[in-house]
């Protein structure tokens, strides 16, 4: 379970908050008085938000970028890191499979949340809740996770995420690690045809963390609290 401070606050850094579900979990968070760590490429798209938000430029292919988060906010404690920020790639099948797309989908989706864990994993230790939430998917399971698009890179991606995200929770027991699926959410990637509302969505995964307890560290469920098969 993730605690709140004496003052009902916590400190939350979301990855990849400038839009779609990142920016419906970052509003959230604002709204009930929690003080916001926005990292994304577009802080300025950010200007304005009500409540306590700080946007800090952040771009998950940049390993150098990832790597400064230690001096820019060495000394901060972290509650709560919510993991969000993916690409999708080429959607063509494996006809568009190529090392180029695939390493990139690969370095923001995988190795992105892995190092920003390491960054902020002693700020992560001096706060309350001591919880990382990846914003995984179903695409990424084995067992659920094959459906009729190209997405060859995107369910690679998040498989590896699962996995390393399993490691996580097996190596570093002082830390809760979550994984969570979105379900199919109304955003720019979700696209047209997509079911749950951003809003639904992003309110599911903060009541999932809430009542998550160290016990859950390293399952995988839905953003309404079903167990997502590996």
Same mark, same amino acid.
């Given at each position: %379970?993730?605690?709140? +401070?004496?003052?009902?606050?916590?400190?939350?850094?979301?990855?990849?908050?400038?839009?779609?579900?990142?920016?419906?979990?970052?509003?959230?968070?604002?709204?009930?008085?929690?003080?916001?760590?926005?990292?994304?490429?577009?802080?300025?798209?950010?200007?304005?938000?009500?409540?306590? &938000?700080? !946007?800090?430029?952040?771009?998950? !292919?940049?390993?150098?970028?990832? #790597?400064?988060?230690?001096?820019? #906010?060495?000394?901060?404690?972290?509650?709560?890191?919510?993991?969000?920020?993916?690409?999708?790639?080429?959607?063509?099948? @494996?006809?568009?499979?190529?090392? !180029?797309?695939?390493?990139?989908?690969?370095? &923001?989706? *995988?190795?992105?949340?892995?190092? #920003?864990?390491? &960054?902020?994993? =002693?700020? @992560? %230790?001096? +706060?309350?809740?001591?919880?990382?939430?990846?914003?995984?998917?179903?695409?990424?399971?084995?067992?659920?996770?094959?459906?009729?698009?190209?997405?060859?890179?995107?369910?690679?991606?998040?498989?590896? #995420?699962?996995?390393?995200?399993?490691? @996580?929770?097996?190596?570093? =027991?002082?830390?809760?690690?979550?994984? @969570?699926?979105?379900?199919?959410?109304?955003?720019?990637?979700?696209? =047209?045809?997509?079911? *749950? =509302?951003?809003? &639904?969505?992003? $309110?599911?995964?903060?009541?999932?963390?809430?009542?998550?307890?160290? !016990?859950?560290?390293?399952?995988? $469920?839905?953003?309404?609290?079903?167990?997502?098969?590996?």
């Amino acid at each position: %379970m993730t605690s709140r +401070g004496t003052e009902g606050r916590q400190t939350v850094v979301i990855s990849g908050a400038a839009r779609g579900l990142g920016r419906a979990l970052l509003r959230q968070c604002a709204a009930r008085g929690d003080r916001v760590i926005a990292l994304c490429r577009r802080p300025e798209a950010l200007a304005g938000e009500p409540g306590m &938000v700080e !946007a800090v430029w952040l771009d998950l !292919a940049d390993e150098t970028a990832i #790597l400064g988060l230690a001096d820019r #906010l060495g000394g901060t404690p972290i509650d709560l890191l919510v993991q969000n920020a993916a690409i999708r790639g080429a959607t063509g099948g @494996l006809a568009e499979v190529s090392g !180029a797309d695939l390493a990139a989908v690969m370095a &923001v989706n *995988v190795l992105g949340p892995l190092l #920003l864990t390491r &960054v902020l994993r =002693p700020n @992560l %230790m001096a +706060g309350c809740g001591r919880t990382v939430a990846m914003i995984s998917s179903r695409a990424g399971s084995m067992a659920e996770g094959l459906d009729p698009d190209g997405d060859y890179a995107y369910r690679c991606s998040k498989a590896a #995420l699962n996995m390393a995200t399993r490691k @996580l929770a097996y190596d570093d =027991p002082a830390l809760t690690f979550l994984l @969570l699926h979105p379900g199919w959410v109304q955003t720019e990637m979700g696209g =047209p045809d997509a079911e *749950v =509302p951003v809003e &639904v969505s992003a $309110r599911g995964i903060l009541e999932r963390i809430a009542l998550a307890t160290s !016990a859950d560290s390293g399952t995988f $469920r839905t953003w309404d609290g079903r167990p997502v098969a590996w």
